[in-house]
């Protein structure tokens, strides 16, 4: 035995209050299991947060949810906040994107695409005339997928197989396929198909390495469930979460940093703290990566199974991002903006976009949203609230030295502005007041993102859900008793609405193996 | 739905459980390095450990005390001229922090031999310069966070005609900005215009004077002296003052450093200056006032009194002492209990609390406070004054390591 001076006891820890972290933190506190969480920062929330410029509150990271739904047909992360009882104005975004292509050798296509079913296939049949049937399948297979989903999840270990093919054939057929295998297949317009695929960016892979299954459900859930945001930004469902978290009598601790995950014999026995206090526990929820958790938090070294180094370094890191903030002392009405959400690309060869991540050439994706067209009073009358992000791996930062750090951010700020200026014929650039630019470095820094990778792991095919649980048995994710995983690196994929549901699903089966052990 | 049709189908999916389990039996048994998370430490360490290298007088009140990074630590994280870093003490039982601009230029703080240089004026009966005065000595030990701020040029966001307003020790972020310009950038000019008390109260004048001597197209300085020596200018840093220096209003970024009554003064007087757009007035954040009761939003029935704080820190409560004209950070820290604090301007957020009950008075100048967090009763201690008995819930703080 260790003899580690314990000086506390948690029913459960769970390191860091990210999306993963407190929605984990409030499901098991819901299920009669008080966690401790322990976040490094003075505020919680991780990504789901904001920071105030001037006279501006910019929303750190979310563009918009996808799942959660009107009152009247809630989806799965709406049905979980409201099981919650959450206290947060969501508000509903009206149309779905809107897709510019600037260099497209394709020729440039400038299409707004609204957010329902009907309305989709409309739109884009009189933008590509006879695409109307291929893109009506394509969303009939994204409903057998969700539906397929939510009938494995109902039916967790008693799957019938008869029913799965039979009513779900189509789900298991396209399982293992890529997004574009599936375009391909149903024989859609290219045309079409490059419309269709103007959310990739929100995954950060291409079309013919992106799951279709993931792709899928995102496009289901955002056709039928809308996109929503809340009033406040997202530090409001942070805030609420935490709220919830404290009346259902789990307690939360900012400033305060775990430093090692303590494991003896294979199973997690407390953490131990940067302030150097040792809490005893044996189920850890970590809001991190695998890396970073095998590379750094878990302790001793040697009691870590060489398995778990395979089995990360198997997955493919998602790339980071930068984001430009930028305060405008304009109204979106003044600056003639109309639309939430722009996605800028050079084209909508996705293979190519993708590639140009690894390098410092010219960026060439961008999703900008406005939020004043969702919430009009989110900043003063006359100003207005932009912010930009563009995609690329963390590692292209490693050449640049430190005293030309600020430069090289400015640098691609400005070509950011100027892209959105040649996409829309908008220039913003005399009208801002406030500007922030965040790096991988920021990400790495304040979120702690491995290699500042803002995402999770790929959403490739062979790291999704059917080739993993095909192979469950030989790789078992609970390697060391007791540790979990939540957010954007937990058991579903990445993304806001994704990250809340491993939360939430993670305290489940927590908060169950919990009460067997009290038993 | 009618049965699609995949070329990869079915045999893709069996195939595609042996294909992981190979891809899983070649991945490697070691963790690759986190390449930005290396960089992120060096941009932006947890703390600073310096080591005063030595000590210049600029007047009988007013020290430089220049920073090297202690010899066991890395060398000093970059940083943009007008940004401060927030120097850590531990004076009898309070842990406290200040937040002073490094007065010194980015391009000193490069490499083996760089440095942070602050200045420091010595209040008098003020806790931490008195402190500083009297302890800080070459070869002393200094704990820091930073560089923190964002009080520096964009040149996305300003104009390329700089005007610097600096009153009295507020010349500190120009100094960094003037030799910084000086050393890297040729692109942007900047006019300082510096207003004193009289002539002692100058700093740096020699210095920035042979700047401008070299690059006499990019710096201008002129001063104004409330009183003035011989030949000198005679008069307050106003309206009229900016005017009759100055032309095109328009086309220029103004930033602002001085103590807190001279930015309520220039707010006024900016109305006098033209129709300046808000984005071309930045003010520096300057930690609390001298004289709150002298701020024109201060309730008039509030009284100067002492009242008594709850504290609750991970369930333990504490009830302390506090004076309606101090800050709530500052009845914590006297105290003896920790809370980290940074910008001490209501801006940055580090000392993020919650007020569960009492009365307060806020100064909203630089308050960084977030929507949620208003409607949920958060506060920033360091620019929050109690004006009844309160109830606040701050987080844990971590303890300054070492000396």
Known sequence: MSDYKFTREADAVIIGAGNGGLASGATLAKNGVKPLILEKHSSPGGFASSFVRGRFEFETALHELADYGPVDNRGNLGQFFDELGLDVEFVAVPDAYRLITVRDPEGNLDITMPLSFEAYIEKMEEYVPGSKESVTKYLSLCKEVYEALAYLAKNKGNVDKEVLLGEYGNFVRTCAATQQQVLKALKMPKKAQRILNAYWSYLGVDEHRLNFTIYGVMMY??????AYIP??????????????????????????????????????????????EYIKTSQVLANVSQHMAYSNLLYPKNEIPSRCYQLTNARILSPSA??????????????GIKDYEFFIYDSMDTQESYQSFSSRGR?????????NCVIPDCSPPGTSIMSITTLHHGSIWADVKPEEYFEEKERIAEELLLEFKKGTGIDVIPYIEEIEIATPATFANINRKYNGSIYGYECEVLDSLIPKTMTIQDEDENLIKGLSFVGGFGRRSHGFSASYMSGELAGRLVAAKWKETKK | MSKIKLIPGLFALMRMAGTRKKRIKEADFKIRNDIIGQIAKQMHPESLSLVVHSVRAENESVRTYRLISAPDSTSLPVFQAGQYISIKLKI??????????????????????????????????????EYIFDNWAEGVGVNATGPHGDFFYSPLRDYKDIVAIAGGAGITPFRSMIKQFAEKEHEMNLTLLYGCKNENDVLFEREIDEIIKTHPSLFRRVNVYENAPEGRPQGYLNAEFINSNLEDMQNKTFFICGPSVMYEFLRKEFLKVGNLRRKQLRYEVGGAPDNVTKRKDWPANAECKTVQITVYIQNISYDIPASTIETILTAIERAGLLLDSQCRSGECGICRSKLNEGDVYIITDNDGRRAADKELGYIHPCSTYPLSDCRVTIPPSNPIKGR
């Open chain 1, 221 to 226: 859930v955002y056709l039928e469930k809308g």
């Open chain 1, 231 to 276: 009033k406040l930004r997202s530090h409001e469902i942070s805030m609420a979460l935490e709220q919830k978290i404290r009346e259902l009598g789990g307690i939360l601790e900012l400033n305060s940093e775990v430093e090692h995950i303590l494991i003896e014999d294979g199973e997690v026995i407390g953490v131990k703290t940067k302030r150097g």
């Open chain 1, 322 to 335: 930068m984001v430009v903030y930028v305060g405008l002392n304009k109204s979106v009405e003044e600056l």
């Open chain 1, 363 to 371: 960026t060439n994706v961008q999703a900008t949203v406005f939020l």
């Open chain 2, 92 to 129: 009898g039982k309070s842990q406290t922090s200040r937040a002073y601009t490094i007065s010194s230029a980015p391009y000193e703080a490069e490499g083996e031999n760089g440095y942070y240089e602050i200045t420091v004026r010595k209040k008098p009966g003020g806790l931490v310069s």
